[in-house]
């Protein structure tokens, strides 16, 4: 096993419909409004995207993202990492109760589970020295960070409304 590779995987459910969701979402230059540990976010001139983000642990990781599919038929969204973390992340939105084998708890209603996926190694230098001991606090922070995007995305969504 590799101690500098991480794969992620966290299933937001959402009182939104997909098209919504997918709004919100393909829009990463706004996720600092709704992010809190997204502390900044822009799209370069090149057409790449650079991010920092920070949740509890006093360290920020900053990456450069490349859109590599955009399909809002499917509602996915993924994007080529690299920076501080070099892999990719994936958006995937659907109706809940739809065709995503992703886990739903809800079979039915209205509204949307939005499927966030990464697999990334770690290239910061710190980070990858305290790997074997610092592992399962970066899991713990990485939680944290999607417990406040989900949060964050639940009341931008409400906002729209």
């Known amino acids: ?9 966290s ?14 979402l393909e829009r ?3 996720y600092p409004l ?24 006093p360290y920020d990781l ?14 996915v969204l993924e994007t080529v990492l690299t920076g501080d973390l070099e892999g990719w992340a994936r958006w995937t939105v659907t109706a809940r109760g739809g ?7 809800s079979a039915g209603g209205s509204g949307s589970h939005a499927l966030f996926e990464q697999e990334v190694t770690v290239r910061r230098r710190l980070l990858r ?4 001991p610092g592992r399962p606090l970066f899991r713990a922070n990485h939680r944290l960070m ?13 906002e729209a409304v």
């Open 11 to 24: 299933l937001w459910t959402l009182d939104a419909p997909p098209g919504a969701v997918y709004a919100v």
């Open 62 to 75: 900053v990456v450069t993202a490349w859109e590599s599919r955009r399909d809002p038929g499917a509602g």
């Open 34 to 57: 709704w992010w809190p540990q997204v502390r900044e976010a822009e799209r370069t001139p090149s057409g790449a995207g650079r991010a920092r983000f920070r949740s509890v642990l």
């Open 99 to 105: 065709d995503c084998d992703c886990g739903s708890d």
């Open 28 to 30: 990463p230059e706004e």
């Open 1 to 9: 096993m590799n101690p500098h590779h991480y794969r992620f995987r």
């Open 129 to 132: 020295a305290l790997a074997v």
């Open 146 to 158: 999607m417990r406040g995007g989900r949060r964050g995305l639940r009341a931008r969504l409400a």
